[in-house]
């Protein structure tokens, strides 16, 4: 398939200009239609809601079309928590993330909040692994601050590391993500010696759908020796991203009014993160898809949902397949009004109190786990 002109330089600089000052011109016009409650895209939203959603999607599709994605490189301020972590011993990367023999494990950086952990002395620690449908994002202050300030803010969380895993905008296909949250969780584990049953891996949207993954492989590789994870909090996971490949069905379309998610930024992530076709490894594979597929796990799962989500029918699916399975523990918090994936962008979208809220429930869910 030949990639979309816009895709390419010097094209793409220009479609971003262009696209971006045509948001620009809009702008005005939305600030003055979103007046009148009725006429926002959910009557209970709040005027900045309104406006903050509808600007936000405007620039995803901008984003998604001309598929401009982020680069990971190791380079980062120490001082600001930035660490760089090497791949840990070749015996935990297994199964289904040894099979692509052109992806291997790497050291890549991650960010530490509040402030880098030398030593572990007690307490609770979160490794969160960010959205971004595995194409953007980065886990540092100006991509993933606000998520990190809710966990710190409302949960008994004291430190929590984001790792930057490589994006599939590089060309970094499956199972490169899962390898990048492989290593950070045996830094923490292995490296650091914290007691895996004090972490609790936490991920919004497709840094949820890593967070599963990582739960699976854990679950289906008693030969990787990875100690079972304490907790896990699922933010707006995104569950099937195969989906968003169907062109004549598009995913996003429930509540497509009422969130800022587009088919664009689905397909370019799908696409992307699909396995290299050699690997003999579909998107429909137990360790990327999760609807049907549902597993044991010993680590309790708490879902946080938005009652606007695009996603919000396939993932309380989801979350009823894995309550089905006898032995597990899972919570399912819908959050009323909220958009997608509230605890990355509320403060963008104006749902921080919606995240905090929702931080809260996630919190209440860890202490129900002691
Ligand atoms: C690194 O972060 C510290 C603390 O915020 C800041 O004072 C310093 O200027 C930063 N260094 C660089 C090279 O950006
Ligand atoms: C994770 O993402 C993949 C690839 O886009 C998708 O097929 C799968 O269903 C997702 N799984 C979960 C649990 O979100």
């Not at 790792?163 to 949250?181: C, I, T």
């Not at 289906?220 to 707006?236: I, M, T, Y």
């Not at 009004?337 to 509320?346: E, M, T, Y």
């Amino acid at each position: 398939m030949v990639a979309p002109l816009i895709t390419r330089q010097p094209f793409k600089t220009l479609f971003i200009l262009l696209s971006s000052l045509y948001t620009g011109i809009r702008i005005p016009f939305w600030i003055v239609y979103f007046i009148p409650s009725f006429l926002r895209q959910h009557p209970q939203w709040s005027y900045r809601q309104a406006l903050g959603v509808r600007i936000v999607s405007a620039f995803l599709k901008t984003l998604s079309q001309a598929e401009h994605g982020k680069a990971t490189p190791l380079k980062g301020n120490a001082s600001k928590g930035w660490v760089v972590i090497q791949p840990a011993r070749a015996a935990a990367y297994t199964g289904v993330v040894s099979k692509d023999k052109q992806t291997k494990p790497q050291p890549l950086g991650g960010t530490w909040y509040p402030e880098t952990l030398k030593k572990y002395t007690g307490g609770d620690i979160v490794l969160h692994i960010h959205g971004g449908a595995f194409v953007v994002g980065d886990g540092r202050q100006g991509d993933s601050g606000f998520t990190a300030k809710m966990i710190l803010k409302h949960t008994s969380a004291t430190h929590a590391f984001f790792p930057q895993y490589r994006l599939s905008s590089n060309g970094a296909r499956f199972p490169a993500a899962l390898q990048d949250v492989i290593s950070s969780y045996c830094y923490l584990t292995e490296t650091l010696e914290i007691p895996a049953d004090k972490i609790t891996i936490s991920g919004d949207s497709a840094g949820a759908n890593l967070s599963m993954s990582l739960l699976r492989y854990i679950a289906d590789e008693p030969e990787a020796k990875l100690p079972g994870v304490g907790c896990a909090w699922l933010w707006s996971p995104w569950v099937d991203p195969g989906k968003s490949l169907i062109t004549d069905s598009p995913y996003f379309s429930s509540n497509r009014h009422t969130d800022y998610l587009n088919d664009e930024f689905g397909s370019w992530g799908a696409r992307t993160y699909s396995p290299r076709p050699e690997t003999g490894i579909a998107l429909s594979h137990p360790n990327i898809c999760f609807i049907g597929t549902a597993f044991a796990t010993q680590t309790p799962l708490f879902f946080s949902i938005g009652e606007c989500e695009a996603l919000c029918a396939d993932m309380t699916r989801v979350y009823q397949e894995f309550k089905a399975i006898p032995g597990n523990k899972v919570e399912l918090q819908v959050q009323s009004k909220a958009v997608h994936d509230i605890v990355l962008v509320g403060q963008i979208v104006g749902f921080e109190n919606e995240a905090a809220v929702a931080a809260v429930a996630a919190n209440k869910f860890l202490e129900s786990c002691k």
